[in-house]
């Protein structure tokens, strides 16, 4: 298998899956969770949003998580934002790396956002514009990239489309993003191609964001490496969803991803016992089972660390 020797994971859980959460997860523990998980050996972590409290109650404490985290050196520490107010207030955070999304199906966009695809973009420009004057890393993602709940299929050209808006951009970073749970490894491996293909000699990332709605998230993440993807989204123990995507769950589990990733020896950085401790104790202070199953299990025991490698 031609897979690469590292791969860089960003753990959007503290995003993505915390804002599915029905109860308020008291900050105090959000902080915890997140905290832990910078001792794993993680580099990017995606801690919270800035979208209005109105609209994501549950990450209202944006401000106060990006204060009271303990971070670590070499750890990035991003959160998504949906307009150029966002963009304000994670300057005034302190954040170095901002994510943006629009979705390429105009019935989900609108269902997300209540804005069409041009109106997102015309939003974004101008947040991106002042995020990079800032001296911030920006993220866009296209998210229904391989299909939508809502719309059903998503043509390849609409994606591009809005792809192309964000590289004219001047992002760092482009993420193709399975919300609902739809591609499939042969959907992903074309489209991982393409993109790879026409970001070379660029010094734009491609980014994958798999969910697991239908136990293919794995599959796609195993497609994209073969085409040579190395930055890869998961979520601490599978948590999350998407409110506007049936039956969506969450992404693609952190532990399930490092075991399998390690030991196929692809490096992660990331130390699987330390991030199995690390889901177990979200799991106990979320007071339910999440979906991942290397917590369960218990990890495939070459996959963990040589000590020589910390
Ligand atoms: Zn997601």
Redesign the pocket.
């Known amino acids: 298998m031609n897979l690469p020797k590292k791969v860089t994971i960003v753990d959007?859980g503290p995003r993505?899956g915390f804002q599915m959460e029905p109860g308020f997860i008291p900050t105090e523990q959000k902080i915890q969770i997140i905290d832990r998980l910078s001792e794993t050996g993680i580099k990017r972590i995606e801690v919270t949003s800035f979208v209005h409290p109105k609209y994501v109650p549950q990450l209202a404490d944006a401000e106060e998580v990006l204060a009271r985290i303990k971070r670590k050196e070499g750890v990035i520490y991003e959160a998504l934002v949906p307009n150029a107010k966002g963009v304000e207030r994670a300057i005034q955070a302190g954040v170095e790396h901002v994510s943006m999304v629009i979705s390429a199906s105009e019935s989900h966009n609108k269902a997300n956002v209540n804005m069409t695809v041009a109106e997102s973009l015309k939003t974004l420009k101008e947040a991106v514009k002042l995020a990079l004057s800032h001296g911030i890393k920006v993220t866009t993602g296209v998210?229904t990239a391989f299909g939508c709940a809502l719309e059903g299929w998503v043509p390849p050209e609409k994606v591009e489309a809005v792809a192309d808006e964000f590289l004219d951009m001047g992002v760092c970073e482009l993420s193709l993003?399975d919300?609902p749970g739809l591609a499939n490894p042969a959907q992903v491996s074309e489209m991982v191609r393409y993109y790879l293909q026409k970001l070379k000699g660029t010094d734009v990332g491609l980014r994958l964001?798999f969910?697991d709605s239908r136990g293919q998230g794995l599959a796609n993440v195993l497609a994209a490496m073969l085409e040579g993807a190395t930055i890869i989204?998961t979520a601490i123990c599978g948590m999350?969803g998407?409110p506007y995507s049936p039956g969506a769950t969450g992404?693609i589990a952190s532990g399930d991803t490092v075991n399998l990733l390690e030991a196929m020896g692809i490096d992660t950085g990331i130390d699987l016992m330390k991030l199995i401790e690390c889901e177990r104790m979200t799991q106990d202070l979320l007071g339910k089972e999440l979906p991942g199953q290397t917590i369960k299990s218990g990890p495939i025991p070459w996959a963990l660390k040589k000590p020589k490698s910390g």
């Open positions: 959007v993505d998210g993003g919300t964001h969910h989204d999350g998407c992404n």
